[in-house]
């Protein structure tokens, strides 16, 4: 069966920085996706990772631990619109993913 | 490039009516998913198509949901008859699965905007 747990909700103030984390536990693995949802929209994609480490991309960053099953996206320099639902996924094959409940972020001033 | 294209964007029915979501998917994708999405149970994968073939069916709640995909720019996800407890919203997503074989990195899925579907 496949589990992915992440934080219900989270607040940060406008300017800082936050870190959402994520872990799984699975079988099969091909790779840990990050998608963000704004409130009555479509999910869309931010990141994805399938090597352990750290990958940038301006102001988000996202990083893997196969042998840990944990994931975390960080966020710097937090803008309102930054406010929204952050989804954690897992790849259980290249098609198939399985999402977390997300993680409704709040940004405050 | 147009996107994932899904109609109709809202649909409100009475109880024991048939609903039928349509989706187009973006052009030169080859794999097709249908998701469901409620506040109590998240982003729920349906089923998803590879070369317009159904791969994986296992999260189709029952019998009353049935999906088709008759060409490669086409795929229906049909309720029949409709429940209350369908009520939720219905994302179609596309990607390009690149080995044909599952077994390749994760590819990535764009999503339609959805079909916000009310059963009264």
């Known amino acids: 069966g496949q589990n992915i747990d992440q934080p219900t909700e989270m607040t940060a103030t406008e300017g800082a920085i936050v870190q959402i984390n994520c872990t799984y536990q699975?079988?099969?693995?091909?790779?840990l996706f990050w998608y963000q949802q704004h409130a009555g929209e479509a999910p869309t994609f931010l990141s994805y990772?399938?090597?352990?480490g750290l990958e940038e991309k301006g102001r988000f960053s996202s990083f893997l631990s196969r042998s840990k099953g944990y994931s975390y996206l960080l966020l710097k320099e937090l803008q309102m619109k930054d406010s929204a639902s952050y989804l954690c996924?897992?790849?259980?094959?290249?098609?198939?993913?399985?999402f977390g409940t997300g993680t409704r972020l709040q940004v405050t001033l | 490039d147009a996107g994932v294209i899904q109609s109709p964007r809202h649909e409100v029915t009475e109880m024991g009516q048939e609903v039928t979501l349509r989706c187009k998917p973006i052009?030169?994708?080859?794999?097709l998913f249908w998701y469901r999405q409620t506040m109590m149970r998240g982003l729920e994968l349906l089923i998803y198509?590879?070369?317009?073939?159904?791969?994986?069916d296992s999260g189709m709640p029952e019998d009353r949901f049935s999906a088709k995909m008759p060409n490669a720019s086409f795929s229906t996800l049909k309720i029949q008859p409709s429940e209350p407890r369908d009520s939720a919203v219905y994302f179609c997503?596309?990607?390009?699965?690149?080995?044909?074989?599952?077994?390749?990195?994760?590819?990535?899925?764009?999503f339609g905007p959805g079909t916000r579907l009310l059963v009264l």
């Open positions: 997503a596309s990607g390009e699965e690149k080995t044909g074989m599952g077994q390749g990195p994760g590819e990535t899925q764009y």
């Open positions: 699975t079988s099969g693995f091909n790779g």
């Open positions: 990772n399938v090597l352990d």
């Open positions: 996924a897992h790849a259980g094959t290249a098609s198939k993913l399985t």
């Open positions: 052009s030169g994708h080859n794999s």
């Open positions: 198509f590879n070369n317009n073939v159904p791969i994986d």
